[in-house]
T-cell receptor, first 114, second 111 residues
Framework: EADIYQTPRYLVIGTGKKITLECSQT?????MYWYQQDPGMELHLIHY???????EKGDLSSESTVSRIRTEHFPLTLESARPSHTSQYLC?????????????FGAGTRLSVL | KQEVTQIPAALSVPEGENLVLNCSFT??????LQWFRQDPGKGLTSLLL?????REQTSGRLNASLDKSSGRSTLYIAASQPGDSATYLC??????????FGTGTRLTVIP
């Protein structure tokens, strides 16, 4: 079973607040990803990382930022939350070798900005 | 840009029936295709992964096929059970480890 954790699971917050969504994995995976999923819509990649100090933007533009200071940790930050940021955010990671193309997903964070 | 489409968007079947979920993608230059299961309030669980060189994969009551040249995949679920109720997503992996997802098929298996 994959060991990738996201906190919080649910977050309701007011407009203008700064928030950080946490994602941690204990599998030693180099690659990590953030996806955004609006209700009834596809998941879209918003950020990914190939390893420590590597961050890239995905195919969906996002006002969020990410950092990768440690292999196991890939937090996502919104400096000033807005109602348009209301969505589900899913974190994933993938390793190397035979299973390098398999992404393991966390349970997600459902964010509501009032 | 890769686009992934899944039909139907929702499906209800009585318990015990066999069913097929469909997935199509526009760019055949893929590394692999994955079928995921998503339960409400939970993350994604990978069900089957088919490499671009493969035609099908089987796991228990699940069988996934891939026709890369026509940009299609199917997920066959045999003898459906109420516990199979979930949203099923297909995703194709392209360069830079980018997964492109469909919008999913919401399956309800009625006891």
């Amino acid at each position: 079973e994959a060991d990738i954790y996201q906190t919080p699971r649910y977050l309701v917050i007011g407009t203008g607040k700064k928030i950080t969504l946490e994602c941690s994995q204990t599998m030693g995976h180099d690659k990590m990803y953030w996806y955004q999923q609006d209700p009834g819509m596809e998941l879209h990649l918003i950020h990914y990382s190939y390893g420590v100090n590597s961050t890239e933007k995905g195919d969906l533009s996002s006002e969020s930022t990410v950092s990768r200071i440690r292999t196991e940790h890939f937090p996502l930050t919104l400096e000033s939350a807005r109602p348009s940021h209301t969505s589900q955010y899913l974190c994933a990671s993938s390793g190397t070798g035979v299973a390098k193309n398999i992404q393991y997903f966390g349970a997600g964070t459902r964010l509501s900005v009032l | 840009k890769q686009e992934v489409t899944q039909i139907p968007a929702a499906l209800s079947v009585p318990e015990g029936e066999n069913l097929v979920l469909n997935c199509s993608f526009t760019d055949s230059a893929i590394y692999n295709l994955q079928w995921f299961r998503q339960d409400p309030g939970k993350g994604l669980t990978s069900l089957l992964l088919i490499q671009s060189s493969q035609r099908e994969q089987t796991s228990g009551r699940l069988n996934a096929s891939l026709d890369k040249s026509s940009g299609r995949s199917t997920l066959y679920i045999a003898a459906s059970q109420p516990g199979d109720s979930a949203t099923y997503l297909c995703a194709v992996l392209t360069g830079a480890n980018n997964l492109f997802f469909g919008t999913g098929t919401r399956l309800t298996v009625i006891p």
